[in-house]
């Protein structure tokens, strides 16, 4: 079948919008009629070829729609069944994934710099018949998405799928992080550093796991506004006061249970381990190139503070996506205030530079 997609042909330049051609599906595929995908930072390191993609590609990975295909042997989903997609597909038998660490899934990451399908095998192609390449096995920027079955997670059918398609990445990064990696206690002092989409998700899920106090970083004076109506408790411009001796002042000179950083700046990773207390947890969600180097004062790593890296906050979609949802639908988790504009996909590029000027939390590409 054929579709429009959003297509990434040179690194640095626009993407166009052009005919593709998607499938077939292959056992245990499902074809998902795209209804809304975000725009995330993975996408513009993408586009400004800090990931070395092999193009030309389909990006997105924040996406949601509706069943509109299934391939031999697919249980468990119907068609027209409202799904929210995951960007980790993994094989359930490899040396990481016996030790349920599925984001360090071999096949996963063995196939993901090819940017093809899960199984080494492409699924979409140009209109010339060339290999179009999928980001992060999904390439949620076309009106049709194929992936793995176990990558379409249902979610109930009041959830709007303009939110729900913030689940997918950035919610639950972010969420997962306070609740899975960091294991926020109840009455601690935790400090998130950056307050975009993932950084207010965090700050969410500190709030339901019972955080007493909730310190948000965050150089962006609207941004610290959205992250107080979020839940947090203390506000910090980075550039008027020092984040890690405001968490010291705060909790009578220790520093706070448990750090978040979700900025991806070196300021802000440093700021990281000098503001967690002995003891304490720092999760690292911001990222640098990957050839970047970073360097520490050895002192502020001491004293038995543990650092965990996570790319998608310890998520178990089958079960985290749904309860997501339902946390949305009885108003427990604000999603609404996450999106800054709903765009069609003949304005992406637009959409991408807003993010890269800084100016936007999330855009949703919706599809007819």
Same mark, same amino acid.
């Given at each position: ?40 930072? #993975?996408? /513009? ?12 590609? *389909? ?38 994934? +016996?030790?349920?660490?599925?984001? $360090? ?25 060339? #290999? ?24 109930? +059918? ?24 960091? +294991? ?5 002092? *935790? ?32 941004? +610290? ?42 300021? %802000? $990773?440093?700021? %990281? ?14 990222? $640098? ?18 650092? #965990? ?13 749904? /309860? ?30 807003? $993010? ?13």
């Amino acid at each position: 079948m054929q579709a429009r997609a959003a297509v990434l042909r040179a690194i640095g330049q626009p993407m166009a919008i052009e005919r593709i051609r998607i499938g077939p599906l292959a056992s245990g595929d499902v074809l998902v009629k795209t209804v809304a995908a975000s725009l995330c930072h #993975t996408d /513009l390191e993408v586009i400004e070829g800090q990931l070395g993609l092999t193009l030309p590609a *389909v990006l997105g990975h924040e996406a949601a729609g509706t069943i509109a295909a299934l391939g031999e042997g697919v249980t468990g989903l119907a068609l027209g069944d409202p799904v929210v997609l995951s960007w980790n597909p993994h094989c359930g038998g490899c040396f990481y994934c +016996r030790r349920a660490q599925p984001i $360090l899934c071999e096949p996963y990451l063995a196939n993901g710099p090819k940017a093809v399908h899960f199984d080494g095998r492409p699924r979409l192609a140009c209109d010339d018949g060339a #290999t179009l390449h999928q980001l992060m096995y999904l390439g949620g920027f076309a009106e049709y998405v194929v992936v793995p079955a176990q990558q379409a997670v249902p979610v109930p +059918r009041e959830m709007p799928l303009d939110r729900a398609c913030l689940l997918g990445c950035a919610v639950m990064t972010g969420f997962g992080a306070a609740t899975h990696i960091a +294991r926020i206690g109840w009455g601690e002092v *935790v400090m998130v550093l950056g307050a975009g989409a993932v950084g207010l998700a965090a700050i969410q899920g500190a709030k339901l796991a019972g955080a007493r106090q909730i310190i948000a970083v965050d150089p962006n004076p609207a941004r +610290r506004a959205m992250a107080e109506r979020a839940g947090a408790t203390t506000l910090c411009d980075p550039a008027a006061e020092d984040p890690a001796a405001l968490a010291r002042r705060l909790t009578a000179g220790r520093g706070a249970d448990a750090v978040i950083e979700a900025a991806g700046v070196p300021a %802000s $990773l440093r700021s %990281s381990v000098e503001a967690v207390r002995p003891g304490g947890q720092v999760v690292w969600l911001g990222k $640098l190139g990957v050839n970047a180097e970073m360097p520490f004062r050895w002192g502020a790593l001491m004293q038995e503070k543990r650092i #965990t890296r996570s790319s998608y906050g310890g998520a178990r979609p089958a079960e985290d996506f749904p /309860l997501l949802a339902e946390a949305y639908l009885a108003g427990k988790l604000d999603l609404d205030s996450l999106i800054t504009a709903r765009i069609g996909l003949e304005e992406i590029n637009q959409g991408f530079a807003a $993010l890269q000027r800084g100016e936007a939390i999330r855009s949703v590409v919706m599809f007819p």
